[in-house]
């Protein structure tokens, strides 16, 4: 085939034309490759530079430069607290807390960092929990479930399978003679307050499974229905089965490691000295779960605590009332303060002839004498006072209701009167004053009247002549305050929610959350050395060593030593507090105070003397004290009765009825 001139010139165009194209897709394609390569790398470097940021912030605590750790202030409020924590470090640092704070950070920097996080949340304005999230350990059920599914072995003497009902209430009570109203009456046991803080937890609306960022870690172990089951005829091997098997279990979880226990709580629906055997004979009382030391670290909820530990604290007895709306609780409400209240002051209980220094027997005589006085004795045969209708009743007829001691400090009466508007009359300040701080204001004499269980027991003072000279005025304020507390005395059913009122738990669950914060916030200001030793330590040293062991039984021997009646001479005090090295931490709502056993005994002397010699409303003056020679059934009624009170009404009613009955 013959070649022209031209067709060459064509092929060598087209080859170098295909040449260029080749070389401009090479070009674009590694153009496109380092655009591909620039722009992840941009983008990685700017990734890390937040993240690393955000760490240097959540790292501050594990820094040796302590100008990067916020110092916060203990005793503020929520919102302050939130303020300094959005501060910058730089402006927060200062030369003392270098010093404080380096040593502490080098030794336990790795322990301290996990619940900064936890701190860091209350910052987050935009989230309704911040600072108030809960985790809830999920336990093997040996430690609830378990208990509930065998009930009838939870008690010798009561079967306790229909008390576990309806998410711990019980069975609704019957009200054929119209004492209560609509909605929300159980028959709920004294000992059920387990299962009804559990299922009220199950439905808190700030439960977190992140425990990073949890304020609070909460410990379902039925403590109380544990140890119920032991209580009688089991050796101290079987009592101690349960708590010991919960403390393994708790150390064993990374939870547990941020502070050892000291952001845990759990809750024991019976009083202190159930958990706290002394020794380990079979004859001695109760098992020794608040004498673990790791447990010791934690915070145990009973519904009387002991006054001298300060690792319990008192909650509220459950009472027959569980709203399960506002609604229900502003009814009952407006019935007790509407209540025709013809009981100057009643008594609903039994004596106790075997505790040597109980005032229950004085109690019963004043009240059998008294016109104005309404007793209800629990000890003869079928007793009335199994029956709720009937005891809440004589609460709703009575102006004040008597509340001494009975086996222990405490009684459920005392929240039963209360809830029917009635104003306890206390005679031990340990029955409610150092018990409920979180639920019960600390000016005593708003709500309630004191007198000395002493003055009772030696004949020196007339209950009658102390209640009828408070005027009438003051007893119409005293009645409101106790109406006006009532949503915190009580815990609402579990399957419901309150809109606007905080009930019992809602109380104690924020009462609990300020503690540990509180706690955490002092820990990152280096105030709180001797507290992490105890918590974040080797494990051999723990909270409450062996000199709170040695205050504890000292305790409970001066306290036997009272109630079979060998008393301490008031010129001095016991011997156990001589020793000077005993201490203990007094409670108080917005934080703790140190001070010496000796002091609180001195002060309770100097209080019981100020009642005896003061003319306020809580106590009489020397013209309304017994004559301790004085008969029974003499009433000397005094001048105060001459206004037209309620008490006057009274007085005049009884005057009545005595003339009618001569």
């Not at 591909?36 to 937040?50: G, Y």
């Not at 999920?138 to 009930?151: A, G, I, S």
């Not at 306020?616 to 003056?621: E, H, N, S």
Request: hydrophobic fraction near 35%.
């Amino acid at each position: 085939m013959p070649t022209y001139p031209g067709a060459s010139r064509s092929k060598l165009g087209r080859e170098r034309m295909e040449k260029t194209s080749w070389k401009s897709r090479i070009f674009s394609r590694c153009f496109a490759i380092l655009l591909s390569i620039a722009f992840w790398w941009l983008l990685f470097v700017f990734h890390f530079s937040i993240v690393g940021q955000n760490h240097e912030n959540l790292s501050a605590l594990n820094s040796s430069d302590v100008s990067e750790i916020p110092l916060i202030q203990v005793r503020q409020t929520r919102e302050s607290l939130r303020s300094k924590l959005s501060l910058t470090p730089e402006k927060l640092s200062s030369p003392q807390a270098k010093r404080n704070s380096d040593q502490i950070l080098k030794k336990y920097s790795s322990s301290l960092q996990p619940f900064w996080r936890a701190l860091s949340t209350i910052n987050n304005k935009s989230d309704p929990c911040a600072g108030k999230y809960v985790y809830m350990h999920e336990l093997p059920p040996e430690f609830n479930q378990k208990m509930l599914e065998d009930c009838r072995r939870l008690s010798l003497w009561t079967n306790m399978c229909k008390f576990t009902t309806n998410a711990g209430l019980g069975p609704p009570l019957e009200d054929s003679e119209s004492v209560f109203t609509g909605n929300g009456w159980f028959a709920t046991n004294q000992f059920a307050v387990d299962v009804i803080f559990h299922n009220r937890m199950k439905q808190y609306e700030c439960l977190t499974m992140d425990s990073r960022k949890a304020a609070l870690l909460y410990v379902p172990f039925y403590a109380g229905l544990d140890i119920s089951r032991h209580l009688w005829g089991a050796n101290v091997s079987v009592r101690d089965s349960g708590p010991l098997s919960l403390a393994s279990w708790l150390q064993s979880q990374p939870e547990w490691e941020i502070m050892r226990g000291r952001d845990h709580f759990l809750v024991g629906g019976r009083i202190t000295w159930d958990f706290r055997r002394l020794t380990d004979a079979d004859s001695d009382w109760g098992n020794k779960l608040l004498r673990i030391p790791a447990i010791m670290n934690m915070t145990m909820l009973v519904i009387e605590a002991s006054p001298f530990h300060t690792n319990d604290f008192g909650i509220p007895y459950p009472t027959y009332f569980h709203p399960s709306q506002d609604s229900d609780v502003i009814e009952w409400q407006n019935k007790v303060r509407m209540a025709n209240r013809s009981v100057l002051f009643s008594f609903a209980g039994a004596p106790r002839p075997e505790i040597a220094t109980s005032i229950r027997g004085q109690i019963m005589d004043q009240c059998k004498f008294s016109k104005f006085c309404k007793l209800l004795e629990c000890d003869k045969g079928e007793s009335k006072c199994h029956s709720p209708s009937t005891v809440m009743q004589l609460f709703q007829q009575s102006v004040f209701c008597l509340q001494p001691q009975g086996d222990s400090f405490t009684r459920r009466s005392i929240f039963d009167s209360m809830l029917a508007g009635c104003i306890p009359v206390f005679f031990h300040s340990d029955s409610a004053y150092s018990q409920y701080i979180w639920h019960l204001p600390q000016q005593y004499n708003k709500y309630s009247v004191f007198i000395h269980e002493d003055d009772v027991r030696e004949r020196n003072a007339s209950i009658e002549a102390i209640l009828l000279h408070i005027p009438s005025g003051t007893i119409q304020k005293m009645k409101e305050e106790v109406i006006s507390l009532i949503p915190g005395l009580v815990y609402a059913d579990p399957r419901h929610h309150l809109t606007n009122m905080k009930d019992a738990f809602d109380i104690t669950v924020k009462a609990l959350i300020d503690k540990v914060t509180n706690l955490r916030v002092r820990i990152t200001e280096g105030k709180e050395e001797e507290d992490l030793d105890m918590a974040v330590g080797s494990g051999e040293v723990h909270l409450r060593g062996e000199m709170q062991k040695d205050s504890e039984q000292a305790a409970r021997r001066w306290e036997g030593q009272r109630r079979n009646g060998e008393e301490w001479l008031d010129s001095s005090p016991p011997p156990f507090f001589q020793t000077g090295q005993n201490r203990i931490e007094e409670r108080k709502a917005g934080g703790t105070i140190v001070t010496s056993l000796e002091e609180i005994w001195r002060r309770d002397q100097a209080e019981k003397e100020a009642h005896r010699k003061s003319h306020d409303i809580i106590t009489p003056d020397s013209s309304l004290y017994l004559d301790p020679q004085m008969s029974k059934g003499r009433h000397d009624l005094p001048e105060v009765l001459g206004h037209t009170s309620q008490v006057g009404k009274i007085a005049s009613v009884a005057r009545k009825k005595e003339a009618v009955a001569t």
